[in-house]
């Protein structure tokens, strides 16, 4: 009779035990756009794929949470992370003080310059205001690309895109005379059959770091600052174990982190 009541004790207390583990398994819904490849891009059967996607799944994997995305438009991205679709957003957003002022962010996990493309036969000799000058230039609308090309480039035309894609098919049909977009983004296109068309014109220098950012971070519901300091955590944590160049160099043949901090 002790026996038996003892297994059924052991029993109850694993059960238990399991319940509670269970109870405690978190989990971290990631927001990203899914239309700036190779950082984030929905495949033809719908699964995300990129750098950004394989940062975040390494970070949850540190944290030891278990991850899901969802894919959501650009220009609601921040608007959906405040009515709780998703917990975080990972999808290259640059960290801006406009930002900063309705979502709280993470200290960088990668930074790339800006660049503009252009027609291989586009006579265009240089990026700044007067070469620039008469021109349509094509540029994802609520990124930091648009705000400096809008800010820098007031004798153009400056044309806004839902994304990435949709201006550089502009391009490439003649519909505008260059682009602006973070160099790597417009390095993968180049290097496609649909970028054949077209060449890097130049960066624009300098970069302004009150417009651009210190680089782009994950952001996070305004106050959660516990969320932010284990996702920072997580991210020293990558790069110092290797995992981060693992992932950096599948895609890319340079340290797209840039500078340490």
Known sequence: MRIALRIALAASAALLTLGVAQAQEKTLRIGTEGAYPPFNNLTSDGKLVGFDIDIAQALCDQMKVKCTFVAQDWDGIIPALQAGKFDAIVASMSITPERKEKVDFTHKYYNTPSALAVPKDSTLKGVTKADLAGKTIG??????????????????????YPSSPEEQADLANGRLDAIEDDIVVLQQW?????????????????????????????AVRKGETDLVNKLNEAIDAIRA??????????????????AES
Request: proline fraction near 7%; aromatic fraction near 14%; charged fraction near 20%.
């Open 139 to 160: 540029v994802a609308t609520t990124t930091t690309h648009f705000n400096y090309a809008s800010k820098t480039y007031t004798d153009s035309t400056v044309k806004g």
């Open 190 to 218: 180049l290097d496609s059959p649909d970028g054949a068309c077209c060449k890097i014109l130049g960066q624009p220098s300098p970069q302004p770091v009150e417009i651009f950012g210190p680089g782009a971070g994950i």
């Open 241 to 258: 174990n290797g995992k981060y160049k693992e992932i950096n160099d599948k895609y890319f043949k340079f340290d797209v982190f840039g």
